[in-house]
């Protein structure tokens, strides 16, 4: 199993950037996928998941309305598109698939982990 995140970087706050993660190994349409972060000293939080099927999404309150998610089940391919980026959006940017709901994935029910791409918003 391999989830393969791409798309971070340094940006200025204002900014857009689209992660992109593609997974192999297991049937990525039978999977809620969704984001994480982890800020420097701070623990994972949840970002965002989205249904199987794409039609139902998840936000956290903090990036509703500027992050959007969606996914391709033809290229195995989850994104997070992210616009007028705050410095308080800087984190380690996670991708995770879930065998469970796009609730449930809120909770942390993850069963798989990418293994990071670095976002770097400065003010």
């Known amino acids: 199993v391999q989830l393969v995140e791409s798309g971070g970087g340094l940006v200025q706050a204002g900014a857009s950037l689209r992660l992109a993660c593609t997974a192999s190994g297991f049937s990525f349409d039978d999977y809620v996928m969704g984001w994480f972060r982890q800020a420097p000293g701070r623990e994972r939080e949840f970002v965002s998941a989205?249904?199987?099927?794409?039609?139902?999404?998840n936000y956290a309150d903090s990036v509703k309305g500027r992050f959007t998610i969606s996914r391709d089940n033809a290229r195995n391919t989850v994104y997070l598109q992210m616009n007028s980026l705050k410095p308080e959006d800087t984190a380690d940017y996670y991708c995770?698939?879930?065998?469970?709901?796009?609730?449930?994935?809120?909770?942390?029910?993850?069963?798989?982990w990418g293994q990071g791409t670095q976002v770097t918003v400065s003010s």
């Open positions: 989205n249904s199987r099927s794409g039609t139902f999404t």
């Open positions: 995770a698939a879930s065998f469970g709901t796009i609730y449930t994935t809120q909770g942390g029910d993850v069963r798989y």
